[in-house]
């Protein structure tokens, strides 16, 4: 038997779009004589609809996507992930669902059984859990078919208490098909192999695995959809952040050695050059989504705005990729020449616009309020703000999308300005530990020095007032970034931190900024997420609270 | 058996203070004779405490404070919401617990099996829904003790496979008890009784009733709390919007009678003074919670500016509301005058200043880029970011927390200015549509003439270039406001709208303007809850997606 995998990257709500890809695959797989193609989790729909799974209209449309797939499914049989509907009244109205297409119908259907529902997952918010299993047959084989998370629960402590493969093996089929929508952060293609190589080693099948590609927002899919062989290795994987479509010969890969000193998990990619693709696509597809072509930014001559740049250049085309360097009285000359080299180096346009007439004038307009009161935050604020406007003032004018450049380390302790550095369609490097923004400068200045050397090497600044240095209110950022990890992506307290070594003032003061600035960061823009746990749709912290604050 | 009902106005993750009001209004239900104190549903911590769940830390804060109050349980049982640990491996790792606490310590729990994951709810996200159902034994009393959405699940589309009080009635219990955080819209008090009074009548048992009260950012609780009786009717229920405590004997809740002619249902108040009273305390909450005192805010001489004045005057007092008017060369002397007039009737401090020397200013900056262009949307949004630039200086300079003034219709059509009158660190009318505010203003004047008439009269407008009126760009109020009522709070689709007589050209348009300014609610300020679906952490979704848009 030939299983085609189909890795796409759809686009949510557009049904023309995505039924005309997934048909388009089809036609692709049966012309090369494939007998199955397998599609995403949530195909039809792209993923994750979030709350327009609540509207009748939305189920309606996906349904139809459905039939209209199925009726291309004649002398070849599909697997397409949709919302369906229930008939028991008991329970949430609607399954998430592997729809098993032949003879131009639905010939047979699975639902998911564990329904994620942490990190940015709220599918049973939507889903009924299904707790029947059973096999589908085709071509004298028997399909063990999953939906992502059903594989996902084999761990010592399981979030779940079924696991439906123990109950599919219990029909003894042929081989194992998992239908997923697994976003991508930068450890994730790991663990998601493990999880599959473990459980190709538990039952003894082969698993052909089918993801998402593309970026939905906050959210990115690397694809790597694969097949995995019974002996416990990746037989083959499609491509990471593209789309694509491969054909396996189900024999070959249930007969095949594992290849000599071969990782048996595959490509393993470094994790700065993962964030560094993984945000890439982030730009282009948000962009291309949103059917805009040219971005905007302000540049600092520091590093994040720096690296923010280069991304969008490669997602976008340097030519569509325009710089505003927004100097003030505190802006060191060297900032305004490291901008300039790098809008040099990569050609693209830029305009500079000092912001020190503007500053002036509101400094003037708020004289009456604020009379002889010494400079201070609010003064600080201003500038940033300033620069907010006239950014904000050239999208509206031209079209842009404005990039935000802040990053995750900044964004966790409050160390931006809401309404002025904060602005922006989307955050690029929001997830993007400091240390970690260093190293993708280093990766993108691996061949040519793109960004200047001065960029990277000086000490990070604001430049909000004279001489002001970050580490002036925060710590060394490797300490403050490690802090933060422990406390954002690993769920670590107080006391945890300081028994691994990390100074309880120092700890008491960066957790106290992350709490009380939550504030600030309801107000961000969406965030490209690459790590574990994202600022965002992820993370979901009360404002108005008092704990470690 | 003397049963006590403590509503209060929890702080979340403030166990010192949370603890210390649950050991008073115990101390003062023994003074009174009671035999059992009931607290809410995760009273310990405060609802809801979102992901400060997945913190071990946060937990042991719980448990701690549970050992404290079951301290002082001596002579006196006392019942209190909480998380637990379960011991079960399999499953998620914590409980939405009631405890029953006598003699000192934890004598009995029952755990919350219903947990619900739409609109606001993410209960899911944390708990393990519970499947064993035990009555507890207290003076000869059989106690059918539940948390919340246990006892709502009674209509004819049920969202679980499984009723609680189904379970429990087999074990003969003579009274329910329910503890809640039942969130505010203004409907929720009249179905909520509904609920209760469907649960005495199917069951045949007296229900006492405890919910929260107080706002916890977005969420706001109305108390509420009550004594239901067998009989099918309110027997009595504490105050709405304040702490309160109250003391039942048993005997005569089962044993009272309904008072001729009155409603079963009890307190039914009017829709607009609900929201009138929710939004006051939501302010005052979101104020005194954060430790801020005072508010500041752009006053327009409109609407919707003129209400939240009033709201927030009422909620810190008129002294602590400082208005800024902030004329561009666009604005009516009307506008001005309008505002005031509004200062000076709430006896509140007001700056005026004009905003057409920073405009110039920045409009000359931006000349070098923006050339001949034609005066668009940028210039009206600069002018709108200018203001906010103010409103936030002064914010930083003085520590006022600025009050946004959006409606629910502006927001939901996206007619306002990102990072210029969308700033604000709490949204007061967000979820209030203009024909509402409207009626919130007339409400208002009921006695004297507070708000200008003319601000309630005149036509609406930003007044961000010549002559604009709201309806230039959208369709009359009472029109859009049921067309964004039915999309958002009932969620009917483009042909249910059509069906129900709107045209289809008008339902497309607004549709499509709301589906597309997903992007700037992203960005917006927290919004007081007062509907049944507010824009926030309710309704959840995607930015980059094209459906109905």
């Known amino acids: 038997m030939k299983i085609a995998l189909a890795q796409i990257n759809y686009h949510i709500g557009n049904f023309e779009s995505n039924t005309s890809k997934i048909i388009t695959a089809l036609e ?29 209209d939305f189920i309606e449309r996906c349904l139809l996507s459905v039939e209209q797939v199925a009726a291309h499914c004649k002398g070849i049989a599909a697997i397409i992930g949709s919302p369906s509907r229930r008939a028991d009244i008991k329970g949430k109205n609607l399954h998430n669902s592997a729809l098993f297409l032949a003879d131009g119908k639905v010939k047979a259907m699975a639902h998911k059984s564990l329904l994620p529902n942490y990190d940015i997952f709220d599918e049973y918010r939507y889903f ?12 004298g084989k028997r399909i063990a078919l999953t939906i992502c998370e059903d594989i996902w629960d084999i761990g010592e402590d399981p979030l779940y208490t079924i696991n439906p493969m123990d109950e599919l093996i219990k029909q003894s089929p042929d081989l194992m098909i998992n239908i997923a929508a697994s976003p991508f952060h930068y450890e994730q293609a790991r663990t998601r192999k493990e999880v599959i190589l473990t459980n190709v080693r538990k039952y003894n099948l082969p698993l052909f695995y089918v993801n998402h590609v593309g970026a939905q927002t906050e959210l990115l899919f690397d694809g790597g959809s694969l097949a995995a ?26 007969n095949a050695s594992p290849k000599q000193d071969a990782n048996p998990l595959g490509i393993l990619t470094d994790k700065t050059v993962l964030i560094h693709d993984a945000l890439v696509m982030g730009i282009r597809n948000y962009f291309g989504k949103l059917g805009f072509t040219k971005a905007i930014l302000g540049l600092s001559g520091g590093i994040d705005s720096a690296v923010t740049m280069v991304l969008a250049a490669r997602a976008l085309g340097s030519e569509n990729v325009r710089a505003v360097l927004l100097p003030s009285a505190f802006s060191s000359e060297h900032s305004v020449n ?16 000092s912001i020190e007439n503007a500053f002036d004038s509101l400094d003037e307009t708020l004289q009456p309020v604020f009379g002889d009161l010494p400079f201070d935050i609010a003064e600080e604020n201003i500038q940033a703000r300033i620069r907010g406007v006239i950014l ?71 430049e909000l007032r004279p001489d002001q240095k970050d580490t002036d209110s925060l710590p060394e950022y490797d ?36 709490n009380t600035s939550e504030y600030k960061r309801f107000q961000t823009p969406p965030i490209l997420r690459v790590s574990s746990k994202a600022f965002g749709m992820g993370r979901r912290m009360p404002i108005v609270a008092r704990y470690l604050s």
Chains 1, 2 share one sequence.
């Open 479 to 514: 300490i403050l970034d490690e802090i933060l990890f422990q406390y954002i992506e690993k769920r670590k307290g107080p006391k945890e931190l300081v028994a691994m070594g990390f100074e309880k003032p120092i700890v008491d003061r960066i957790l106290k900024m992350v």
């Open 128 to 139: 009924e859990p299904f707790r029947e299993f059973e096999v589908i047959e085709y071509k």
């Open 338 to 353: 490291d901008a300039v080299e790098l809008a040099a180096n990569l050609g693209s346009p830029y305009d500079l616009i």
């Open 392 to 462: 904000m003032a050239m999208s509206n004018k031209f079209g842009h999308i404005l990039l935000n450049t802040s990053n995750k380390s900044e964004a966790a302790v409050g160390y931006s300005t809401l309404y002025g550095d904060m602005n922006g369609g989307i955050s690029v490097l929001g997830d993007v530990y400091k240390t970690e923004v260093f190293r993708l400068a280093r990766y993108i200045n691996k061949d040519e020095e793109l960004i200047p050397e001065h960029s990277i090497t000086k000490p990070p600044s604001a």
């Open 229 to 254: 062989s019974p002996r416990g290795f990746v037989f083959d994987e499609l491509n990471y952040f593209d789309e694509d479509l491969r054909i396996f010969e189900l024999e070959e890969v249930i």
């Open 28 to 56: 692709k797989a049966r012309a090369a004589g494939a007998d199955l193609v397998v599609f995403a989790e949530l195909a039809v729909s792209g993923y994750p609809p979030r709350d327009f799974l609540e509207f009748d």
